[in-house]
């Protein structure tokens, strides 16, 4: 229905319009930035689970909790752990050799936006890339390993690529998650400042969902339904498109 009501001259309007042209391109690299964050720190953590160990259970709800936590509540908790005031907020380092200083701010910053959007993601990573570690035969690994193969060699030369498309798969869902993410985001990172590749320089943008919720204030129904037909369009390309790659007859990359 969304798509059908949808006039294309409009469609084609809004996607012409740099500010819907910018919160995209946000709401493509944010969510890539969170769902790298969400496999980088879900695979270790998943392969731990996949093996067992006693507290699991503990250990899995901990990471299911964002699942069911409302996002606005996320979004505060953040706000009160890194914000300003918050137990790690404030927080900074110094390089000194190129004089550079790096400070923890996340209200209003790149960081914030992908924290948020990692905290509401990273448990489709761990639990698609549990799934596809606990898929993987114990019996291939012990005896990769009676042939004298370390762990680490075991797991890069039979884990990982047994395992890799389930792992790919959280990575995507984790993706997808982050780009559809409204509420923690619109708390923590309403609006952000981010370098914007097209033009090479810093612009200052809002993540999709929260544009299209300002542009049904502002302008109406047609009008964030056109943005929000553009977004659903770039994500459908993008599933298909990662879909193609993960599922071809090729073996592990």
Same mark, same amino acid.
């Given at each position: 229905?969304?798509?059908?009501?949808?006039?294309?001259?409009?469609?084609?309007?809004?996607?012409?319009?740099?500010?819907?042209? /910018?919160? $995209?391109y946000l *709401?493509?690299?944010?969510?890539? %930035?969170?769902?790298?964050? &969400? #496999? =980088?720190?879900?695979?270790? @953590?998943?392969?731990?689970?996949?093996?067992?160990?006693?507290? /699991?259970? $503990?250990?899995? *709800?901990?990471?299911?909790?964002? %699942?069911?936590?409302?996002? &606005? #509540? =996320?979004?505060?908790?953040? @706000?009160?752990?890194?914000?300003?005031?918050?137990?790690?907020?404030?927080?900074?380092?110094?390089?000194?050799?190129?004089?550079?200083?790096?400070?923890?701010?996340?209200?209003?910053?790149?960081?914030?936006?992908?924290l948020?959007?990692?905290?509401?993601?990273?448990?489709?990573?761990?639990?698609?890339?549990?799934?596809?570690f606990?898929?993987?035969?114990?019996r291939?690994?012990?005896?990769?390993?009676?042939?004298?193969?370390?762990?680490?060699?075991?797991?890069?030369?039979?884990?990982?690529?047994?395992?890799?498309?389930?792992?790919?798969?959280?990575?995507?869902?984790?993706?997808?998650?982050?780009?559809?993410?409204?509420?923690?985001?619109?708390?923590?990172?309403?609006?952000?400042?981010?370098?914007?590749?097209?033009?090479?320089?810093?612009?200052?943008?809002?993540?999709?969902?929260?544009?299209?919720?300002?542009?049904?204030?502002?302008?109406?129904?047609?009008?964030?339904?056109?943005?929000?037909?553009?977004?659903?369009?770039?994500?459908?390309?993008?599933?298909?498109?990662?879909r193609?790659?993960?599922?071809?007859?090729?073996?592990?990359?």
């Open positions: 229905m969304l798509v059908a009501r949808q006039d294309p001259a409009l469609v084609a309007e809004m996607a012409a319009d740099p500010a819907v042209r /910018q919160a $995209l *709401s493509v690299y944010a969510p890539l %930035l969170a769902a790298i964050a &969400s #496999v =980088a720190l879900g695979v270790p @953590l998943a392969l731990v689970l996949a093996r067992g160990f006693p507290g /699991q259970e $503990l250990v899995e *709800s901990l990471v299911d909790l964002p %699942l069911v936590v409302p996002h &606005s #509540v =996320a979004g505060l908790a953040i @706000l009160f752990g890194f914000g300003k005031g918050g137990a790690f907020g404030g927080v900074s380092f110094t390089v000194p050799v190129i004089d550079f200083t790096f400070e923890f701010a996340v209200l209003q910053t790149m960081l914030g936006m992908v948020a959007m990692t905290f509401v993601s990273a448990p489709f990573a761990v639990n698609a890339a549990r799934e596809a606990e898929s993987v035969p114990t291939v690994e012990w005896a990769a390993r009676t042939l004298g193969a370390n762990r680490f060699e075991t797991f890069r030369r039979v884990t990982a690529p047994l395992a890799w498309r389930g792992v790919l798969t959280g990575g995507v869902l984790a993706w997808a998650r982050a780009v559809s993410e409204f509420g923690a985001v619109a708390i923590v990172a309403y609006s952000v400042e981010f370098f914007y590749l097209p033009k090479g320089e810093s612009l200052t943008a809002q993540h999709a969902p929260v544009f299209i919720y300002n542009t049904y204030l502002s302008a109406g129904l047609d009008e964030s339904g056109a943005v929000a037909t553009i977004l659903l369009a770039l994500s459908a390309a993008i599933f298909l498109l990662v193609t790659v993960a599922y071809d007859d090729g073996g592990w990359p």
